[in-house]
């Protein structure tokens, strides 16, 4: 006789577990619909609300290859009614350095130029933008409160270029113009590719662009606009290429003079493929590169969020600068955005209030409508820019 088993316990095991797998399935497909959905909205370029005067225009109109690709980034031009010379603030290099595209973003919402020239290019690795550094656990957008109440957000991206661009990295970076061997993770930084190369790879081809447009446009005098560690030896500082130096020494006096205390650095000549050292091999400009202190980019920082980008305010920071381990003054009110902006802007204009005197008396450039370093640190970011437009500043692709 065949013994007959009870078939009713192993089958309700059986079902518990088909709903156990049933219900993490859902838990997992919920989580990821979540997350995708939080990296898609990265992808959702930032409102820009430009002075009045400003024309916008796209890179790729200076290296045509580079339209409709993700490197594509616009670039605003103000003239003044007066002839003079021509400045570039080029911010974005790293988006995961606030202070550099904010700067760029508070001279386009507010600059009125009166002689020369201004062009703004607030997000230089646009593609950066679109996501944070993995496993930095980073931002993902910072918020700014305005007057009238409403609030603007900035995404907080990351230093590389985009990694579906390029991927896989190379073991090793070789600087093609000078075979500089470098950790393959800098193939994808903007600031080691410099001249670029038109048919290299996504970060070489736009650094090319920002080269064939400082040469097609004949810019006297261009910014690119950094942070850095606190722990980091170069900060608050001003890299200066030697056709920028005497430039440089004269302002770094005058903004000592104010209060502002900068550390002068010339551009090493067998460091390649940075701004500082290529825009002025390869072109006529005179190149400086200005890095302010970011705790939130900071290895000794802890817990990183929102209000660390905003106010800088982190306590290992605090003991780091007790125990004399930072390049740069800390204290109890950290670095807050508002500041390291200021930083960044009053230098800009001290530099511009000198290029009659030390470059050339028809290179003069006048700029109206900005906040002094003071007015800024008291006010806050929110003060100084523009309501949004119901239009949104879409690449045109
Ligand atoms: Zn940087």
């Known amino acids: 006789m065949i013994e007959k088993r009870d078939p009713s ?29 939080d990296f ?3 992808k959702t370029p930032d409102v820009l609300v430009p002075a009045a005067g400003f024309k916008r225009h796209l890179l790729s109109e200076w290296f045509p290859p580079l339209a409709a690709t993700p490197m594509d980034t616009p670039v605003y031009i103000q003239k003044g009614n007066e002839p003079g010379g021509s400045v570039l603030v ?33 997000f230089a690795n646009i593609a950066g933008f679109g996501h944070t550094q993995p496993q930095e656990a980073s931002p993902e957008a910072i918020l700014f409160t305005l007057p009238d109440g409403s609030s603007r957000k900035f995404r907080y991206g990351s230093r590389d270029m985009t990694h579906t661009l390029m991927w896989p990295i190379p073991d090793i970076y070789i600087h093609k113009a000078s075979a500089q061997r470098l950790s393959g993770g800098e193939s994808r930084n903007l600031n080691r590719a410099y001249p670029g190369d038109p048919n290299g790879s996504p970060t070489e ?48 006096m005058e ?112 700029i109206d409508g900005l906040p002094t370093y003071q007015r800024l640190v008291e006010s806050g970011i929110g003060k100084w820019l523009n309501p949004e437009e119901p239009v949104r500043d879409v690449l045109s692709r």
């Open 205 to 252: 081809r736009l650094a090319w662009a920002i080269m064939e447009f400082l040469r097609g446009e004949k810019i006297d005098l261009a910014f690119d606009l950094h942070e850095a560690s606190p722990e980091y030896p170069v900060v608050d500082a001003i890299v200066a290429h030697e056709r920028s130096m005497e430039l440089a020494a004269a302002t770094s």
């Open 255 to 366: 903004l000592k003079g104010q209060g502002i205390e900068v550390r002068l650095e010339p551009s090493p000549k067998n460091l390649r493929g940075l701004s500082h050292r290529e825009w002025g091999d390869g072109s006529g400009v005179m190149p400086i590169l200005m890095e302010t202190a970011n705790p939130s980019q900071g290895r000794l920082r802890g817990r990183t969020d929102e209000a660390l980008a905003l106010t800088g305010r982190d306590k290992s920071y605090l003991k780091a600068a007790g125990l004399g381990r930072l390049f740069v003054p800390y204290e109890e009110g950290g670095k807050p955005l508002e500041a390291r902006v200021a930083r960044h802007l009053t230098a800009i204009m001290t530099f511009l209030s000198m290029m009659e005197f030390f470059v050339d008396e028809n290179k003069a450039i006048e």
């Open 40 to 42: 898609a909205s990265m």
């Open 9 to 37: 316990p192993s089958a309700l095991n059986f079902k518990g577990t088909r709903a156990t797998a049933f219900c993490l399935l859902i838990c997992a497909l919920s989580l990821a619909w979540i997350a995708s959905r």
């Open 90 to 122: 080029l911010g974005g290099t790293h988006p995961n350095e606030p202070a550099g595209y904010m700067t760029a973003v508070l001279m386009l919402e507010r600059a009125w130029v009166r002689k020369g020239r201004l062009y703004v290019i607030p």
